[in-house]
């Protein structure tokens, strides 16, 4: 089947620290992976997108994601929290044909000042 | 340009009631696309709509059914509502429905259901 994992449901961590939240995925084809932003009582907020060429991708508030192929993974990273980027992130795939989003569980990021 | 955007916000129905809700693409986008959010199963997909047609369906019982206009507006409706139905419904738009075009969200419609 095809899935997608986030490897922590919690990431606690200080202001200005660095952070990676990790996600693997299952596939044998082709995907396109993304990751979102969901701050409280708020819908889903695109970060960046990978769906071919360079595997490092950058993305809005200064977070950047790497495919890595071989792992099935897209960690997601950022140099130096603030406690606004405090919200969960999902790292959805999207199918090859179909269309639909396919969800792991979030991870929760805690920013602590 | 404007987002998605849903309606109602919040919505408190009963068992056995039934509830439709609203989504307005952004403009000029054709795919619209419905997730339900619960804590336990996380965010799982419903159906997806384009040209007024259901491309996609998730698994879901019968009583959860959608349509998409000619304006490419959206509206889902649930039938007999459970108590397990309650959830944040996030209705999602595309320009297209090939994959690599990303999915805006609206900010959901959260259902309580009593």
């Known amino acids: 089947a095809q899935s997608v994992t986030q490897l922590d449901s919690q990431v606690p961590v200080f202001e200005e620290a660095p952070v990676e939240l990790r996600c693997n995925y299952s596939s044998s084809v082709s995907v396109y992976l993304f990751w979102y932003v969901q701050y409280p009582n708020q819908g889903l907020q695109l970060l960046l997108k990978?769906?071919?060429?360079?595997?490092l991708v950058k993305g809005i508030n200064g977070f950047e994601a790497e495919f890595n192929k071989s792992q099935t993974s897209f960690h997601l990273r950022k140099p130096s929290v603030h406690i606004s980027d405090t919200a969960e992130y999902f790292c959805?795939?999207?199918?090859?044909?179909?269309?639909?989003?396919?969800f792991g569980q979030g991870t929760e990021l805690s920013v602590k000042p | 340009k404007a987002g998605v955007t849903q309606t109602p916000r919040y919505l408190i129905k009963t068992r056995g009631q039934q509830v439709t809700l609203s989504c307005s693409p952004i403009?000029?986008?054709?795919?619209v696309s419905w997730y339900q959010q619960t804590p336990g199963q996380g965010l799982q997909f419903l159906f997806e709509?384009?040209?007024?047609?259901?491309?996609n369906k998730g698994n879901f019982p019968g009583r959860f059914s959608g349509r998409q206009f000619s304006n490419s507006r959206s509206e889902m409706n649930v039938s007999t509502l459970e108590l397990g139905d309650s959830a944040l419904y996030l209705c999602a738009s595309s320009l297209a429905q090939q994959d690599h075009y990303e999915q805006y969200f609206g900010p959901g419609t959260r259902l309580t259901v009593t």
């Open positions: 959805p795939r999207r199918r090859s044909q179909g269309g639909k989003l396919i």
């Open positions: 990978y769906l071919s060429g360079s595997t």
């Open positions: 709509y384009f040209s007024e047609t259901q491309r």
């Open positions: 403009s000029g986008h054709r795919s």
